[in-house]
């Protein structure tokens, strides 16, 4: 089970809590973890289920390259952050 | 009467009351969050609010008897599998809601419809009051439709629609840039409008291709619908047959260039604007803050500044940012630079409500 871990800034208009999740994608693991929470998928995806322009994904300190399909590859005990870019402002 | 405003900021949603004769700010929602535009409908008292947060998204709120919900947002359809679609700029086009820029109640016999109009050009219906939104896909689908350009932002958008009082199913919208649109189906099926409007940013051959227009608002009488206003990158045009055609208003001091128009909700010939220096400025003529008034269709305007900034005031009011109540009597505009006037005779004088909020996007009687 990866380990997710959300931006404190995205609590503040929807709880994200930490969360554990299975999956051996970025895009597994974080449709598992919307499953539960449905409310925060948009909040992290756009309309065509790609990240976000401004917000950015690190796999085990490694910023994903797949924003659109999000196949990077996640390991049984992977940390993943879902942090904001700074590009954003 | 109207005693009571909805301010859209950049920094919140501001609820600006009436009391003893004053107004004065009553309520602030959503401080800190960008809200590009909110819609009160009429028919059952609901307020909407669209917010854009940025890096989460754009996001629509509802309010409840005690507060706020967030509902559905309009979400565009999955792009096809292999379909390319690039914006003016040469960049893959995202379908993806990047602003909501319109939200319109629809008609009193239709009770929990609500018209949306986004950036980049999508238009969103809900039969259910915001619960769930459906794309119109006869818009968005139309061929002429990727002709549609940025105007004020790098995608094109939404951000006027106009109901026929005498039929719901009757819908104009205007674009910017692509001009006017209208169904006669509810959104089944979709013709432009505009013909007579002109454009100086394009070259000659396209000046006046309805579809080139940069239609800054547009407005309808609601009792006399075939009188339309537009206040349009260009000028001040008019159309007395439902936006089919239009003449342009020329010779107006001090400006015809502005991005907001009103008109009255009785008198077609009564309709107000603020103008500002075009393009190569985009501020008030000599620093005075001034609205425009005509009371016989365009002939001849009056300039009302009572109880406006008259020197080095800078304000710039968008789009929808100028307000009129039902009654015809009670304007109310505020601008980028955190103004909020009020007047309650028609524009022959106005109040300052506050200086100091942040850049307003849209105001709105409740």
């Known amino acids: ?89 | 009467m109207s005693d009571k405003l909805l301010v859209s900021t950049r920094k919140g949603l501001f609820t600006v009351v009436r009391k003893a004769k004053r107004w004065q700010i009553a309520a602030v929602d959503f401080l800190g969050d960008n809200v590009s535009i909110a819609l009160v409908d009429a028919r059952d008292g609901r307020r909407y609010a669209a917010l854009d947060h940025g890096h989460f998204g754009v996001k629509l709120h509802r309010s409840t008897a005690d507060g706020w919900e967030e509902i559905a947002s309009p979400t565009y359809p999955p792009k096809p599998e292999g379909y390319e679609e690039l914006d003016m700029w040469g960049r893959p086009l995202n379908w993806s809601t990047a602003r909501v820029w319109a939200l319109a109640a629809g008609g009193a016999d239709e009770p929990g419809v609500i018209w949306c109009g986004t950036l980049p050009g999508g238009l969103f219906r809900s039969t259910d009051q915001g619960q769930s939104w459906e794309m119109v896909r006869a818009l968005w689908d139309h061929p002429k439709r990727k002709k549609w350009m940025g105007g004020g932002a790098d995608l094109p958008g939404i951000h006027s629609i106009c109901v026929d009082p005498r039929n719901s199913r009757r819908v104009w919208i205007a674009v910017s840039t692509g001009g006017i649109w209208f169904t006669e189906d509810a959104g089944a099926s979709w013709t432009q409008r505009g013909e007579g409007m002109r454009a100086e940013h394009v070259p000659p051959e396209l000046t006046h291709d309805p579809i080139a227009q940069d239609v800054h608002c547009l407005a309808q009488c609601p009792a006399a619908p075939h009188r339309m206003w537009v206040q349009h990158h260009n000028g001040i045009f008019v159309s007395s047959d439902e936006g089919r055609t239009f003449t342009e208003i020329t010779g107006v001091d001090p400006s015809t260039f502005g991005f907001a128009v009103v008109v009255h909700p009785r008198d077609p010939d009564t309709a107000w604007f603020v103008p500002e220096i075009k393009d190569e400025r985009r501020v008030p003529r000599e620093g005075k803050l001034v609205v425009t008034r005509t009371r016989d269709g365009g002939k001849s305007f009056e300039v009302l500044g009572k109880g406006l900034p008259q020197s080095h005031a800078y304000d710039v009011v968008y789009r929808h940012s100028l307000a009129l109540d039902g009654s015809g009597d009670r304007l109310a505009f505020g601008s980028t630079t955190g103004g909020l006037w009020v007047s309650e005779d028609q524009g022959d004088s106005w109040t300052g409500v506050t200086h100091t909020l942040p850049p307003v996007y849209a105001v709105r009687f409740a």
């Open chain 1, 1 to 89: 089970m990866a380990r997710v871990v959300f931006t404190p800034n995205i609590q503040r208009h929807v709880a994200c809590p930490e969360a554990q999740a299975a999956g051996r994608t970025v895009r597994e693991v974080l449709e598992n973890v919307f499953a539960e929470n449905p409310q925060a998928r948009s909040y992290v995806l756009d309309d065509q289920s790609g990240l976000r322009r401004h917000m950015t994904v690190f796999v085990d300190g490694r910023m994903i390259r797949d924003r659109a399909r999000l196949a990077d590859a996640v390991g049984e005990s992977s940390t993943i952050y879902v942090f904001q870019a700074l590009s954003g402002g």
